[in-house]
């Protein structure tokens, strides 16, 4: 081969190299320049068909040896149910933000009513168990946060946020018509059920909690390239106050402003993990999956009859989660 000959082909190898490297040094260059953090940020999201579960049970014996521990259980499960939220956050400063959102059920009625009944006459002994479909309000929820950027990522590759503050988070469960699924003697003169009991539509119960959580928790994002990232957030309450109010309709020996009133305290934490996308220059799909919790570890039920006094025994556990998918779209300005 001609040397000049050989020195051309080196020459068209050297320039087809050049065009294909370049497009990756200059991605990975735009990848690690600095981003300068936008100053507002709003996001729709979707949790989409979110499961939920509602559970409270409390102990009577103290009242009387004959009654069980627990002595009733009232379970709302497998309510799934499509949240909307709104979400915001405010960076100022150099480090600092505040965020916020608010979230509320498009629709609730989904999922079964349990309610229990024990003795301990011979043990503890099931005695009832009646099934209602669960309607309500559903659920609606709002989060209020302040927070620092502590940590920043070599090479603009993401960050860790630290933040504080509360949630307030209410749920309105509706059990609506009767079914006896079982009955049994329970042993003690005037507490009885009714086999085969079946009442379609009426209105059986209606539970509203209130969750008030202050909480600390952490924010983070790695991202892979300027197109694709994926985010961590969870939080965390160490203490927490619930107030549960309980009417039951068909009970004529009780008040329905409420029925049963609890009030306990507990503990709370939420996490979500999610990919991030960018779809243009300062706006985002995101998708991920997010699962929050609450239960107490000490409370108080209180009975309020029609007539006589009120009676307060021990709440031997209230608790109520909810996990799912999320999606949604995040807009920088």
């Not at 004959?66 to 009232?74: A, E, Q, V």
């Not at 479909?133 to 590759?157: I, M």
């Not at 699924?181 to 539509?201: D, K, M, Q, R, Y």
């Not at 556990?317 to 995040?330: I, K």
Request: aromatic fraction near 10%; glycine fraction near 10%.
């Amino acid at each position: 081969m001609r040397g000049w000959e050989k020195k051309r082909i080196q020459a068209s190898l050297a320039v087809v190299l050049t065009l294909l490297v370049a497009p990756t040094t200059l991605a990975w260059a735009q990848d690690t320049e600095p981003q300068a953090r936008p100053r507002v940020e709003l996001s729709l999201r979707s949790w989409l068909f979110s499961a939920g579960e509602t559970k409270w049970s409390h102990d009577a014996s103290g009242l009387d040896p004959r009654l069980g521990n627990p002595t009733s259980k009232l379970t709302y499960k497998d309510n799934d149910t499509h949240i909307i939220e709104l979400a915001g956050r405010v960076n100022f400063a150099r480090r600092w933000f505040v965020q916020g959102d608010v979230g509320f059920s498009a629709s609730f009625n989904r999922g079964l009513a349990i309610d229990d009944d024990y003795t301990a006459v011979g043990g503890q002994q099931l005695f009832s168990r009646t099934h209602s479909d669960v309607t309500g309000s559903g659920t609606q929820y709002v989060n209020l946060d302040v927070g620092n950027r502590a940590v920043e990522f070599p090479g603009s590759r993401g960050y860790l946020d630290v933040f504080g503050g509360v949630q307030y988070w209410r749920t309105e469960y509706e059990a609506t018509g009767v079914r006896q699924v079982v009955c049994a003697p329970s042993g003690i003169p005037g507490l009885s059920c009714t086999p085969n009991l079946n009442l379609p539509g009426v209105s059986a119960i209606t539970n509203t909690t209130h969750w008030i959580s202050p909480h600390v928790g952490v924010k983070t994002e790695y991202r892979f390239s300027r197109r694709f990232s994926v985010e961590f957030r969870g939080s965390f309450s160490p203490v927490n106050v619930v107030l549960n109010d309980d009417v039951h309709h068909l009970r004529n020996d009780l008040q329905q402003n409420p029925s049963f009133s609890m009030i306990g305290v507990g503990f709370a934490g939420q996490g979500e993990v999610s990919m991030k996308v960018a779809l243009m220059r300062n706006v985002w799909l995101t998708a991920g999956y997010r699962g929050w919790f609450n239960r107490t570890y000490t409370g108080t039920l209180e009975t309020h009859p029609i007539s006589g006094p009120s009676e307060s025994v021990p709440l031997r556990e209230l608790q109520t989660f909810r996990h799912g998918t999320t999606l949604g779209l995040t807009a920088a300005f």
